[in-house]
T-cell receptor, first 114, second 115 residues
Framework: DQQVKQNSPSLSVQEGRISILNCDYT??????FLWYKKYPAEGPTFLIS?????DKNEDGRFTVFLNKSAKHLSLHIVPSQPGDSAVYFC?????????????FGTGTLLAVQP | NAGVMQNPRHLVRRRGQEARLRCSPV?????VYWYRQLPEEGLKFMVY????????ESGMPKERFSAEFPKEGPSILRIQQVVRGDSAAYFC?????????????FGNGTRLTVT
């Protein structure tokens, strides 16, 4: 029962172009969403988050968009840089827990070509 | 400022042995989470602990797995009588508070291989 889905296992983008990573969820109780980046042999690092009361959150080159009616969120990276090459995980949580118990997707491997 | 420290980085155990994974959270963080990543899958929540207390263990297998976070010392994830299906990367994370505005800080994981 995969409540958070990242249907693209991999994505290849040219340096300087936009990277768009997608994430779908099935649980309508989710109200907080996060993106984590993970390099090989390292732990995930927090990138950006969004609450369900918003539809967009921006931090530098990273923007997360949330479409609640479609139960879909996306991460835009622009311009993409070779150092952005990593696995990106989408994660979600529900407010009732009030904890950091996150449900993760399976990840998308982003490769930014120089 | 040290981040979350996990050791060992790699652990090889034969079937039936015990595995003990250690996690030292970021200094000042009193909330610890354990996640497991099986091959080709995302991270799966296992357990959430505060000092000396297990708050949520809903993701822990019912048998063979236990976790603790004592008043002094690191958090320990213990797996008794390991089986091949326990082979995975185990990540520990910590946060200063329990609210969701405190993003998790992850360690680099312990890769357990059961032969």
């Amino acid at each position: 029962d995969q409540q958070v889905k990242q249907n693209s296992p991999s994505l290849s983008v040219q340096e300087g172009r936009i990277s768009i990573l997608n994430c779908d969820y099935t649980n309508s109780m989710f109200d907080y969403f996060l993106w984590y980046k993970k390099y090989p042999a390292e732990g995930p690092t927090f990138l950006i988050s969004i609450s369900s009361i918003k539809d967009k959150n921006e931090d530098g080159r990273f923007t997360v968009f949330l479409n609640k009616s479609a139960k879909h969120l996306s991460l835009h990276i622009v311009p993409s840089q070779p150092g952005d090459s990593a696995v990106y995980f989408c994660a979600a949580s529900v407010s009732s827990g009030a904890t950091n118990k996150l449900i993760f997707g399976t990840g998308t491997l982003l490769a930014v070509q120089p | 400022n040290a981040g979350v420290m996990q050791n060992p980085r790699h652990l090889v155990r034969r079937r039936g042995q015990e595995a003990r994974l250690r996690c030292s959270p970021v200094k000042g963080h009193s909330h610890v989470y354990w996640y497991r990543q099986l091959p080709e899958e995302g991270l799966k929540f296992m357990v959430y602990l505060q000092k000396e207390n297990i708050i949520d263990e809903s993701g822990m297998p019912k048998e063979r797995f236990s976790a603790e976070f004592p008043k002094e010392g690191p958090s320990i994830l213990r797996i008794q009588q390991v089986v091949r299906g326990d082979s995975a990367a185990y990540f520990c994370a910590s946060s200063p508070g329990q609210g969701r505005t405190s993003p998790l800080h992850f360690g680099n994981g312990t890769r357990l291989t059961v032969t």
